[in-house]
């Protein structure tokens, strides 16, 4: 049965691409909306090894948008129940999970030269910082996933280069730590819709925006490697 679920995607790139992925190893940051989109995408597009990093778990306003939540998952730690669902998909693909937020304090228990790509997909800006500039360290190529919230179109979301980009508060910010480290460029999902908001207490979201930065940067990491 496993020779079988790769034959369209093989139909489609060669069996030239989906062999070059084998030695692929791939590590993502954060795997709820956008990051769980992003794991389950590769799991589906043959890739063999998936490393997560999230220290959260499920909570019930997660539902709306995040891959990995339902009512069952509530309360489970969100590295684990994405392990279990690409183990699902593709049991050959070996998973290590980390579950923990990246931070100053664990950023020395992740060895970036061990990988391939790193995607980042977690909200914090000193972990965005952090993992940028671990990545560009280490030579490892990298594609950065900014806001999705208060963001209502699936339409408007693309991949660009940081300093290139437009009507993302996320991204304005992050600009000037980057130059602050002497980071001169960092490809990155991003919506150029303006951001909507209607309720000043929260920050909207819904399930198609973080849906399609995910698979926008699943289809980065995939096109990269295989290229």
Known sequence: M???TFLRLKALVGENAIKSLE???VLIFGVGGVGGHVAIALARSAFLNIDLVDGDVFSFSNINRQIGATTKTIGQQKCLVLKEMIKKINPLCSVETYDFFYSKETKNLID???YSYVVDAVDDLDAKV????KAK???VRIVSSMGAGNKFSPTGVMVEDIFKTSYCPLARVLRKR???EGISSLKVVYSKEKPQK???DFVGSCYFVPAAFGNLIAYTVFKDCIS
Do not use: G, P, T, V
């Not at 952090?130 to 500039?133: H, S, T």
């Open 2 to 4: 496993l020779d079988e």
């Open 23 to 25: 030695k692929e190893r």
């Open 112 to 114: 970036f030269s061990k």
């Open 130 to 133: 952090l993992i940028a500039r």
């Open 137 to 139: 360290q280490n030579s």
């Open 178 to 180: 980057l130059r602050e």
């Open 198 to 200: 209607i309720d000043e």
